[in-house]
């Protein structure tokens, strides 16, 4: 778990191409360590987008209006979760609890924790995200 985190945390993403490396080093068959990455969602297979936006579907969240957020973030992004944009810029991941809870509805944009998040909120933040890039 341990060399998974720091190979996600350096790259983005666990790459097919790893587990074997990984596999030997701690003496367990590829299919155990692919098990381990298909098992947490937390480990991604695939590259992120630039900005990964993690929105927060647990229950806190939920009576605070998380509903309507999540519809709101996915029409404006135009992806469901575990999407990616096709220009690579966003990533869309549910999570489930992100200890925010007093400020819910919550999420975690690019590296930033946001709480109280309001769709109007949500928008200035993509769109400054989307400024930044231009
Ligand atoms: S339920 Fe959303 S931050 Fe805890």
């Not at 983005?12 to 587990?19: K, S």
């Not at 590259?47 to 229950?59: H, I, K, S, Y």
């Not at 469901?80 to 999420?107: H, I, M, W």
Request: charged share 25%.
């Amino acid at each position: 778990m341990v060399i998974l985190r720091r190979v996600q945390d350096a790259l983005g993403w666990v790459p097919r191409g790893a587990v074997p490396v990984i596999a030997d080093i701690v003496n367990l068959s590829r299919a155990e360590v692919h098990g381990v990455v298909s098992f947490y969602h937390d480990f991604r297979p695939e590259p992120p987008g630039r900005t990964v936006v993690r929105l927060c579907r647990a229950e806190s969240c939920q009576a605070a209006g998380g509903e309507a957020l999540a519809d709101h973030v996915q029409n404006r992004l135009g992806l469901k979760f575990g999407q990616t944009t096709r220009d690579g810029s966003f990533t869309l991941e549910a999570v489930y609890c992100l200890g925010n809870c007093a400020c819910s509805p919550a999420a975690v944009i690019g590296d930033e924790l946001i709480g109280r998040l309001t769709p109007d909120r949500f928008d200035q933040i993509i769109a400054s995200a989307e400024r930044v890039r231009r």
